[in-house]
């Protein structure tokens, strides 16, 4: 038996003036003190070593959680600034350019290209002027990778963060300026030379086509930091595409020189063929842009370091629409005979790539070794990429007075026109190059493998001047048989796509590749095609521009699915595995030929709601742009350290075409584009 417990307390009880009675007798019926001491030491022990542990977790977390709690109130210290801190800009702070002064900075002219526009006066801004300031990066050390052309490295004083998966684009600004000490680290701004502007502010889409005006910063000198200034000046656009290109160029100058691709999160470089392919499909792109100071460095690298003459495997198909285009056009451009020697010495080193039974060109050619032969796994080659050549052997020829080049290409296309196995002018994805016959049957589509097959139907028939008639038979059987089985319209929104057949079964799956078709469609119809391909163009073209809009980044996916039933609710569906952007052209490439044939603007803004959406998810703030693997996660868009040549060569030549007010810029009535964006000239008819 226990004693009975002792009651060694005092029950009190207290009245006050209001008659409220307070009794701590029912509360403190035992000590605290003493039922700790009735514990065992053991027990005392564990909980001390608890509450230690937990006293360690949350002076841990503490900065972690002080800052998630303390974020969003940025925004709100940004709102809540004095009329006088708007209003008196910092000693780093340059006086704010108007309007008519944006003007005055852009664009250069691009010679043999026609005058650029400049105008005459400055006028003073409208409206309040307020300067945004970020807060200078922290800078970290990092062990330099820096690849560049001897002599013309310099030391900036750009950040060397190294940009995480996790990390959205940051402005990295080259002076050191006074900001708000207590500005979060993570505010996400983007940045178009030196302009500051909140991505949530600069770069959501408006609500409606009525509402739209071009949100652009005013070009300045990088050093300086410039206010915020909504602008309706076309100029300010062609700007940001130029500072998009010298900011992607940064990082191939910097990180990847001489090399065919950028690894701009790395800071390294990725070799495919070792042909320099960056840097030769940006040529004429610098060339179009008026970048001078860049062309000239390209220039002599390609005079200085460029050879074929080396023991390397590359891609027949790849090599001729980036680097034999590539030349040529830029030969074309700037009349140097430079480009047209390169062009004519890579040309005969690819010719055996042709020596097969059938006639049709093995995909991959040794140009040190003079040999040539199909992929390890199969003898087939893809459909694109035996008739996608055409335009730049048959302008070699033309070039050279060489028959050669223009004849290997020509009889494809001779032997494709009489093969059986087409389905009202749509043709199988793969040939054999044994057999010359179309192999794995049954299966038709517009994406990856057979797309620029269609197109360059339509462009050799516009190249050789629409004389050419089975060319132009192919292609508008190939549209027929498009608009007959491939053209279909989601449930929800009535969107119209090309989807796939595949033994007969219909598959509503569009590649974002299929976004070239609208402006193909529209050439056509500018060459006097059918109307109804124009109709089917602008049909097309919404959903390429929908394919953007409907997903969280407002890039599109690598493909896209599409809902045939009104009860799905969502038009585009997009699998876990095709999430990925490339930092592909097709869609700008239509929207250019689009507004050049409509001159609707509505298109222009659509690819400038693109352009933001590029720098805003797929910038790197020490140079460059990546591909990304999630267009559906803003918050973690999953940067895939690589830049493709084609985002210099094509999606950003396409954008500055289409901002362009100049219609005689690459006149689409006397240049016509490879696959590449490269443009070649359409031949002079010949007298009949």
């Known amino acids: 038996m226990y004693p009975p417990a002792r009651k060694d307390f005092i029950s009190l009880t207290l009245t006050d003036p209001h008659g409220h009675n307070y009794n701590n007798g029912k509360h403190r019926r035992q000590s605290c003190w003493r039922k700790w001491k009735q514990l065992s030491r053991l027990q005392r022990s564990l909980i001390l070593l608890l509450l230690a542990l937990l006293l360690i977790v949350g002076l841990l977390s503490y900065p972690s959680i002080s800052q998630q709690w303390g974020g969003g109130s940025d925004r709100d210290e940004w709102l809540d600034l004095t009329d006088r801190e708007l209003n008196q800009a910092p000693p780093a702070v340059k006086p704010v350019l108007g309007v008519e002064a944006a003007k005055a900075l852009a664009p250069m002219p691009v010679p043999h290209l026609g005058p650029a526009e400049v105008p005459d006066t400055v006028a003073e801004p409208k409206g309040p002027i307020i300067p945004i300031l970020a807060k200078p990066p922290i800078q970290k050390k990092t062990i330099s990778n820096k690849r560049g052309p001897p002599g013309t490295k310099k030391d900036g004083n750009a950040s060397d963060v190294v940009a995480g998966e996790n990390q959205e684009p940051v402005v990295v600004q080259e002076e050191e300026e006074e900001g708000r000490e207590d500005e979060d680290k993570e505010k996400k701004i983007v940045s178009w030379r030196g302009a500051l502007i909140e991505a949530e502010q600069a770069t959501e889409p408006p609500p409606s086509a009525a509402e739209k005006d071009d949100a652009a910063a005013a070009p300045a000198d990088p050093a300086a930091t410039v206010p915020l200034e909504v ?14 290109f010298r900011h992607a160029w940064k990082g191939y100058r910097e990180h990847a020189w001489g090399h065919d691709e950028l690894k701009p999160i790395s800071k390294s470089f990725g070799e495919w063929f070792g042909l320099g392919l960056t840097l030769i ?40 629409i980036r680097v034999l285009g590539g030349l040529l056009s830029t030969y074309h451009l700037s009349g140097d005979q430079l480009f ?50 055409q335009l730049e052997f048959r302008e070699l020829s033309r070039l050279t007075q060489e028959p050669q080049y223009q004849e290997v290409v ?12 087409k389905h009202d ?29 269609y197109e360059y139907l339509l462009k050799q028939w516009l190249q050789g001047g629409k004389t050419e008639d089975d060319l132009l038979e192919d292609y508008l059987q190939a549209v027929e048989g498009v608009k007959k089985h491939l053209v279909k319209q989601t449930g929800p929104g009535r969107l119209t796509f090309v989807g796939e057949l595949s033994h007969g079964r219909f598959n509503a799956k ?16 500018h060459n006097g095609l059918p109307g109804d391909h124009m109709d089917l163009a602008v049909q097309l073209i919404e959903t390429c521009h929908q394919m953007y809009t409907q997903m969280e980044t407002g890039l599109s996916p690598e493909i896209a699915h599409f809902s045939l039933q009104a009860s799905d609710g969502r038009d585009v569906v997009v699998k876990p595995a095709d999430r990925h952007n490339l930092l592909r052209p097709e869609t700008v490439e239509s929207l250019f ?27 790197v703030p020490d140079g460059g742009y990546t591909s990304i693997n999630n267009v559906r996660d803003p918050l973690n868009p999953g940067p895939r350290d690589k830049m493709e040549s084609f985002f210099l060569g094509e999606t950003l030549k396409y954008l500055y075409l289409l901002f362009s007010d100049d219609p005689e810029l690459l006149s689409l009535d006397k240049f016509i584009f490879n696959t590449e964006a490269h443009p070649l000239p359409i031949w002079p008819s010949t007298p009949k």
């Open 281 to 320: 499909d940006s040529l004429d792109t610098m060339w179009i842009l008026g970048l001078k100071e860049e062309f000239e460095e390209a220039k002599n690298w390609v005079e200085k370091e460029l050879t074929f003459n080396k023991n390397v495997d590359v891609n027949l198909f790849e090599t001729t």
């Open 593 to 619: 030929y689009m507004f050049r044939f409509t001159n609707d603007t509505k298109y222009r803004d659509w690819g400038w709601e693109i352009l933001q959406s590029f720098n805003k998810y797929t910038k």
């Open 425 to 453: 002018g749509l043709v199988p994805m793969f040939i054999n190059t044994n057999s010359g016959q179309f192999s794995h049957k049954g299966v038709f589509t517009l994406g990856a493998r057979a797309d620029s097959y």
């Open 410 to 421: 020509d009889e494809v296309m001779k032997l494709v026109h009489k093969l059986p196995g």
């Open 340 to 389: 047209l020697e390169k062009a004519k010495d890579l040309g005969s080193r690819l010719m055996p790539a042709f020596k097969t039974p059938s006639k049709i060109p093995f995909s991959d050619v040794n140009i040190g070794k003079g040999t040539a032969h199909p992929p390890r796994w199969t003898s087939d080659s893809t459909l694109a990429e035996v008739t996608s050549i």
């Open 231 to 244: 602008s309706t000046v076309k100029v300010d656009r062609l700007e940001a595409v130029r500072d998009a």
């Open 510 to 525: 569009m590649d974002h590749l299929v976004c070239f078709l609208p402006g193909t469609l529209a050439l056509g119809a």
